[in-house]
């Protein structure tokens, strides 16, 4: 996961842009995506494709000294914005310039003009030292951009399983320099399929989705035909996973659905300094896409917000940490495996069945209270949870049902559960 992210952090990327472009040669080397084009110019509910955009020069001059070069780093101009050439005062200049209100010497991640391409204003991105130094008098500014007709690609891949029911998968990929936002969410994202490949038997299908932020996926769906759009069953939106904070879980819309209460299932027990919020409580994504009405599909997020150098220059690989982004890795998995392998049971014995028999060996050593009157919490509930389990087996109830009233960990207690089925005394129906 690092070594691609490597790969991708020094490109200028942007919605629609020669970088851009490249990063999806590059990608689809990863996995083999299918490439959605949606071309410049094209309208839906007010949102528009830019045109293929590219700085080629960006230069502040005063009395024939170069200040500030914006080339010389990917966030240096304004996202899509025009050309100028001038001679302005200082007031106009600290207007069309940009800083980071909390570093002095990072830059800032500018890209409010791709959303709206009607504001057709020039911006340069500098540091707070740079436009706190800047004397009266006027300045020279050269600032050469390039539009120009193309496409907006969306890359989409994806894994067949035995339903046509599909969860989503989502990153961005418009980001220019933002190590963890997010290029972390692509390298995990290829790294969750590649590991779901190899999982013989899939309930659900799964589709990969890499697109720019927002504009990506309005476009994405708006093209879907309706039998394959109402084949979407959940989303996940997976972004800045790769810095040293704790995970954080932002829920749907509803927030009550199987994905929201899998996320927090597996966290709690896996990762239990875990936070989570409400919707868009936490971050803003593309989860406002999915859950869009007409569409109504459930988007959760995973996520390590807030970070420092969230949209700034600082956001590199040096923050990112290869084991958060494996831990990450390992949260998806988790939440998914409940959802594949969640069912009911159906019994096929009568009666009280003494679980300690060599016969079955289904017993979980526990505690006399006589001889041990202080025990672990967790072998109390595992004690309880034997003496309930048999009354479950009536094909209603379902095993995450179970692991959510027992407070018991999902992932212990599936294949406890197997162990039944392979003595003879229950079946799983696998239909969830």
């Known amino acids: 996961m690092i070594n691609l992210l490597k790969k991708l952090c ?3 990327l942007a919605p629609v842009s020669e970088d851009g472009d490249k990063a999806v040669t590059l990608l689809c080397k990863e996995l083999p995506f299918t490439v959605h084009e949606y071309a410049s110019g094209d309208e839906y509910n007010g949102w528009t494709v830019p045109q293929k955009w590219g700085a080629q020069k960006a230069e502040i001059w005063k ?29 106009e200049l600290k207007d069309h310039l940009f800083y980071h209100p909390n570093y002095a010497e990072a830059l800032v991640y500018h890209c409010d003009y791709y959303y ?89 299908s799964y589709r990969l989705i890499i697109a720019p932020e927002h504009l990506g996926t309005v476009f994405y769906l708006k093209n879907m035909p309706d039998e394959q759009v109402q084949s979407f069953k959940y989303a996940m939106f997976l972004e800045m996973l790769g810095n040293k904070n704790r995970l954080a879980l932002q829920e749907s819309f509803t927030g009550d659905t199987l994905i929201d209460k899998a996320g927090h299932h597996f966290l709690k027990h896996r990762f239990p300094e875990y936070h989570s919020d409400e919707f868009r409580k936490i971050v803003g994504n593309d989860e406002t896409v999915w859950e869009a009405p007409g569409y109504e599909i459930p988007c959760i997020s995973l996520s390590r917000m807030p970070y420092p150098e969230y949209h700034s220059s600082l956001d590199t690989e040096n923050i990112i940490f290869e084991e958060k982004l494996e831990e990450a890795v390992v949260a998806v998995l988790g939440m998914l495996d409940i959802m594949e392998t969640n069912t009911t049971m159906k019994r096929h014995f009568k009666g009280l069945v003494a679980l300690s028999n060599p016969k079955y060996d289904l017993y979980i050593s526990t505690f006399d209270p006589s001889i041990r009157p202080t025990v672990p919490e967790d072998q109390k509930k595992w004690n309880h949870l034997m003496n309930c389990l048999i009354r479950y087996f009536d094909e209603k109830t379902t095993i995450f049902e179970i692991a959510e009233k027992h407070e018991i960990d999902y992932a212990r207690l599936y294949p406890y559960i197997k162990k039944y089925e392979e003595k003879g005394l229950i079946s799983l129906s696998h239909d969830g």
């Open 116 to 204: 709206k391409p009607w504001q057709k204003t020039w911006g340069l991105c500098v540091p707070f030292n740079l436009y706190r130094s800047l004397e009266e008098g006027d300045y020279d500014v050269v600032l050469e951009t390039v539009y120009e007709a193309g496409t907006m690609k969306v890359l989409d891949y994806f894994l067949e399983g035995e339903s046509k029911e599909t969860i989503i998968l989502n990153a961005h990929s418009c980001h220019p320099a933002q190590a963890n936002d997010d290029i972390s969410g692509i390298v995990v994202g290829i790294e969750i399929i590649k590991r779901l490949m190899k999982i013989k038997k899939r309930k659900f």
């Open 10 to 12: 020094p490109l200028r």
């Open 63 to 91: 009395d024939g000294v170069l200040l500030y070069d914006g080339m010389q780093h990917p966030l240096g101009v304004a996202g899509y914005c025009p050309s100028f050439q001038g001679r302005v005062s200082l007031k």
